[in-house]
Every structure is written in structure tokens, then in C-alpha cells.
């Protein structure tokens, strides 16, 4: 389980589930006072649906993401040797994880640092939660736009990235960071994004640029913002080459 402070992804979403399912329940409680027992019951299942979401959001947050990323992770057998990239790490959830299957490897992360997408994100909260983790010796936290990576073409093994594509405005500039992100891969390399709203975009992006292996799917509730209209998908892809050239 992790020891670090990770935060609240989006954290006036989570605020706006739970005022609103308490607004709705305050507005029941005041209808079932004026003896309108029908309003109250069509006012209480708004509160039903706005605390639903807000307790979903709220374990995807703070429980479900790292248990889905300990999966993925895993699922990726990396041998420990590896340079891996993590596009928007914010506070470092998926790069801590990522450091602690490394060995001999690095691991890098890459912030604007916003704290409308993540809650107290600085680069100085990163790297305390990698110290924390007890794998600061494996982590090196950039502050840069994903948009345009400051590292050289074939840098990386593999590059990971976690609900932080979607928070570039419009399409084509997302497209332009799954090009970045692809760029900067080592021949054989490996890309795993976890994704909500467009990771049909970043797919036919990836296929256009010439990756292989493109394949995307849903993950389960530990990973819905909410409800399942917002589940994460999972984007893998990787890019052709022999990895030991
Ligand atoms: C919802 S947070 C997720 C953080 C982390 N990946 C995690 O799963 O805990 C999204 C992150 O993407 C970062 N981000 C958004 N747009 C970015 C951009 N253009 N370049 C770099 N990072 C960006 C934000 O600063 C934030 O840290």
C-alpha cells in the first residue's frame, strides 16, 4: 500500500459530486417537511446518484487507482533495468509504483504541475512521496509540457501515463504529446496510458505514426470517476524495433 500523500485527482469534481448530493438531500428533507412525500422520494434519488458518484470518485482517487496501476504494472513484467517515462506524474502515484519494480532502472516524470488537475501538486510533494516510497534513488521529476518532452528521440523503455492526456485542450494538441510520447520510445518500447475521454484519438494517432500492438480497454470500478460513463480505459501500444539494438 502506498505511504505517500498522493492527493485528489480533480478535486472540484469531487467537491461538486458531494455538494450536490447534499444540497439534493437537504431539498428532500424540505419536502418531506411540507408533507410532499413524492418530491422528496424523486429529490432523494439525485442524492442517491450525487453521493454515489462522489463515494466512486472518492475511492478511485485516494484507493482504486493504485490497486488498477499495481495491476497494469505487474502486467507488464518489466525486468528492472528499464529507463521509463511517466507523462503529467503529478504527485507521483504511478511513478513511485513504477520505481519500485526498478532495479538497476530510472524512472521519469514530467509536470506543469497544475493543482486544478491534482491537488497540492509541486515537484517538491513529488519527490518527498518518492523519498517516502523509498525509491527517490530511482526518480527524476522534470518540469516540462508533455506537449514538448525535453528528452531526445528513443530515450525510454517505456512510457506510462495516468488521467493526464485528457487535460490538454482539444485533440490535436493531445495528439501532438501521444506523438511526443512516442518519439522520445526506444525501438521495442512499450506505451500504457490510462485514459478517460479520448483514448479512441490517441489510438489511431499511435497507429498513424506506425505503432504496433495498439489495443485499448475498459478497466473495472476501482477506476470510475464516478460512474461507469466515466471509466478509465487503458491504451498499450508499442513501437516497432528490436529493443536490444
Ligand atoms: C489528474 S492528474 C494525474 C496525476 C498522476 N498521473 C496520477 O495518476 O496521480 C493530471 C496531471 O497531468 C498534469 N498535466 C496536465 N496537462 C499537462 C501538460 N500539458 N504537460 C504536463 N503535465 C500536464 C497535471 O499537472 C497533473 O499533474
Redo the contacts with the bound molecule.
Keep these: 500500500m502506498a505511504r505517500g500523500d498522493?492527493?485528489y485527482?480533480?478535486p472540484y469534481a469531487l467537491v461538486m459530486f458531494a455538494c450536490a448530493g447534499i444540497g439534493t438531500a437537504l431539498a428532500a428533507v424540505f419536502f418531506l417537511l411540507k408533507g410532499l412525500p413524492r418530491g422528496a422520494v424523486v429529490v432523494g434519488g439525485y442524492t442517491v446518484f450525487f453521493l454515489g458518484n462522489a463515494g466512486s470518485f472518492f475511492y478511485t482517487?485516494r484507493r482504486g487507482?493504485f490497486a488498477e496501476?499495481a495491476r497494469i504494472l505487474d502486467g507488464l513484467r518489466l525486468r528492472g533495468d528499464e529507463a521509463v517515462l511517466?507523462?503529467?506524474?503529478?504527485?507521483?502515484?504511478?511513478?513511485t509504483a513504477v520505481a519500485q519494480r526498478l532495479a538497476s532502472g530510472r524512472v521519469t516524470?514530467?509536470?506543469?504541475?497544475?493543482?486544478?488537475?491534482?491537488s497540492g501538486?509541486a515537484r517538491e510533494v513529488t519527490l518527498r512521496n518518492a523519498a517516502i516510497e523509498g525509491v527517490a534513488d530511482r526518480v527524476q521529476v522534470e518540469t516540462?509540457?508533455?506537449?514538448a518532452l525535453p528528452f531526445p528521440d528513443a530515450s525510454f523503455d517505456l512510457v506510462v501515463?495516468?488521467?493526464?492526456?485528457h487535460?490538454?485542450n482539444g485533440n490535436a494538441?493531445r495528439r501532438t504529446?501521444i506523438a511526443e510520447a512516442f518519439r522520445v520510445l526506444k525501438p521495442g518500447g512499450r506505451l500504457a496510458i490510462?485514459d478517460i475521454r479520448a483514448t479512441r484519438v490517441y489510438a489511431d494517432a499511435l497507429r498513424r505514426l506506425g505503432a504496433i500492438d495498439v489495443a485499448r480497454r475498459r478497466l473495472g470500478w476501482r477506476f470510475w470517476w464516478g460512474n461507469p460513463v466515466a471509466a478509465t480505459t487503458l491504451l498499450t501500444a508499442r513501437k516497432p524495433g528490436d529493443p536490444t539494438r
Design positions: 498522493y492527493g485527482d480533480a482517487t487507482k496501476w511517466d507523462l503529467g506524474c503529478g504527485r507521483g502515484a504511478v511513478l516524470g514530467v509536470d506543469i504541475w497544475s493543482t486544478t488537475d491534482q501538486n516540462g509540457d508533455i506537449r501515463s495516468s488521467l493526464a492526456i487535460n490538454i494538441d504529446a490510462a
